[in-house]
């Protein structure tokens, strides 16, 4: 150890928690599968086989023992204590054992997929009632704050109201004028 490392220690203590990034490539960490024939899964890595692929598995999880690139990896927040190249049987009584799945179920992340994924199954109809209750919720919470404040909640002024009501009536007559005067140029046409 040299002097500068020991100074470092003495200063700040152990380097490990000076590093923000907590979320390394190594045995036993949990990882999402983001792309492929897995997609969606998650994993637990056993071993790293190079600074691009790993060796991962997932017994209980659904996914086999397979080398994959670590590009279509999401590395988590949870990490298996584990041996470096640990069986399947092994990784699957240590899976049980942590029980990983309700870690993972329970997890924002996971929480945030499920209703990414149900969003993506919306139909029209469902994708235009949640923006009619997004429009709700935000008017409530509007009003809710401006009386926190000691604000009026706005109401349309009368002369807005009625002005609002001209405008409406002027489309109308609009439309319907030139639906009459459509009708005029056809008949004009026929002699």
Known sequence: MCIRDRYQRRVHGDLRNLMGFKRFVQAGRVAYINYGVDHG????IVEVINSTRVLVDGPTLGVPRQVISLRRLALTDHLLKVAKGIHTKAL????KKE?????IGESSWAKK???QKRRAELNDFERFQVM?????????????VAQSHGKKPKKESAKKAQQA???NNRIK???????HQKKKKKK????
């Open 99 to 103: 029980d990983l799945v309700k870690k």
């Open 113 to 115: 997929l499920a209703s």
């Open 132 to 144: 009619m209750l997004k429009r709700q919720k935000a008017y409530l919470v509007n009003k809710d």
């Open 41 to 44: 899964k998650v994993c637990v």
């Open 165 to 167: 009501k001209m405008d």
């Open 188 to 191: 004009k046409k026929k002699y």
């Open 173 to 179: 007559h609009h439309f319907t004028l030139k639906s």
């Open 92 to 95: 699957e009584i240590v899976i």
